[in-house]
């Protein structure tokens, strides 16, 4: 990679990023808040049996309606991921509004929500909630100050034009974006990370992977990135603390988000 604004060569630098020059992110998840606006459109849509709970105290109610929108949330969530794992496998593609609403019906169908209970007013909302994500608070003064020292590219299974609309809207400042629709490809999938690799004429050993997502991080790996995972409360939710250090990725941020990474990178705070 020719010409790189800096290495991260700072003592407070694990050994194995010290010559990295660019890094590429997952957006979604690691990147932005997806949990809290699906939720809260789950919510406005609620089924009449979760809405008019038989309990007597509003804030009763309140909690069982959260749960509720939780719960599906990460349900869809996890269809979501099943989902795009099965087409790598086939080596399909599938457009993103269509991924959402195939998991949304496999989601509604396991929780017993019916198609007369949302028709295709609420189905389509509830699909456009996810396009209204907005990023976590250390998200944007993160990416500020990583970007003084590194080439930043996102490197999603998102929608290009989606991806645009999210990072304008959220002041996410990447100098790129390489999206699944645009290399025909979702991660995990090696051609996704070969070809962010390529498009920054890096060398392995140049590039992080940054993700809130084991599966994201040991594919990158294998196509000679190095690996940083950000903690998130809503990512990776069936994987324990001792299942993560196990796998041995460079560096894991349990608290802070992207400024605490930059902190660690030795970019000034």
């Not at 979760?50 to 719960?71: G, I, M, Q």
């Not at 590219?153 to 645009?164: A, D, P, R, S, Y």
């Not at 999938?189 to 060398?203: D, E, I, R, V, W």
Request: hydrophobic share 40%; aromatic share 8%; proline share 2%.
């Amino acid at each position: 990679m020719s010409t790189p604004l800096m290495t991260a060569d700072d003592a407070s630098t694990p050994a194995a990023l010290r010559n990295i020059k660019a890094l590429t992110f997952d957006i979604i998840g690691t990147c932005t808040d997806w949990h809290s606006v699906v939720s809260s459109c789950l919510r406005v849509h609620a089924p009449s049996n979760v809405a008019s709970s038989s309990s007597t105290s509003t804030s009763d109610t309140t909690a069982a309606l959260n749960s509720w929108a939780s719960e599906f949330a990460h349900n869809w969530r996890s269809a979501f991921f099943r989902l795009l794992l099965e087409l790598h496998e086939r080596q399909q593609m599938m457009s993103g509004g269509e991924v959402y609403k195939v998991t949304l019906k496999q989601t509604m169908e396991k929780l017993g929500v019916s198609e007369q209970e949302w028709g295709d007013d609420v189905i389509h909302d509830l699909i456009k909630s996810w396009e209204t994500a907005y990023a976590w608070n250390d998200t944007a003064p993160g990416l500020r100050l990583l970007r003084k020292k590194f080439v930043l590219l996102g490197l999603t299974n998102g929608t290009t034009i989606v991806t645009i609309n999210t990072n304008r809207r959220a002041g996410m400042e990447f100098d790129g974006i390489i999206n699944s629709d645009i290399v025909g490809a979702y991660k995990p999938n090696p051609k996704m990370y070969q070809t962010a690799m390529k498009a920054l004429g890096a060398s392995e050993g140049e590039v992080a992977m940054v993700a809130a997502h084991a599966y994201d991080l040991e594919a990158a790996k294998k196509c000679g990135f190095r690996t940083i995972y950000i903690c998130r409360a809503t990512e990776d939710m069936d994987i324990d603390d001792a299942a993560i250090a196990a796998k041995e990725f460079d560096l894991v941020v349990n608290e802070g988000g992207l400024v605490e990474l930059a902190r660690r990178l030795g970019c000034e705070v």
